[in-house]
């Protein structure tokens, strides 16, 4: 992790509010722990859920040691991604060699707002 700067002072995520915002950035790496590139994200708590969930939207900018620019964003269930559970959200390359792929994001917490298993996946027309 780089760094997680949120208005709401409780780091494990276990009292979110309407009223939370956070700013974040992560180096990408591989399992080998080889730096891939480094993520700057944003993320806004929207609205409670049917079921009392807070529902998020976040959006990043990836920028891969490549050349390659991704943006990603979507809507989240806070409470599932605390709780460990996978989310997705949509991916496009904006810039360099991957230009014009389309696809997704995928992460999920290993540590809470310190660390995350991630994948990027992109299609190609």
Known sequence: MVSYDSNNPDFDGATPTLDDRAHVRYE??????VLLGATEGIGRMLRKGPEGNFLAYFSEWI??????????GGVVDDARLT????????AVAVAGPLRGAI????????ETHKSYAS????YRR
Do not use: S, Y
């Open 28 to 33: 990408l790496r591989d399992r080998d722990g």
């Open 63 to 72: 920028r891969l040691l490549d050349g390659t620019v991704i943006r990603t």
């Open 83 to 90: 709780a460990g559970e996978q989310q997705t959200i949509k």
């Open 103 to 110: 696809g997704f994001r995928q992460f999920r917490p290993v």
């Open 119 to 122: 994948a990027i996946i992109l």
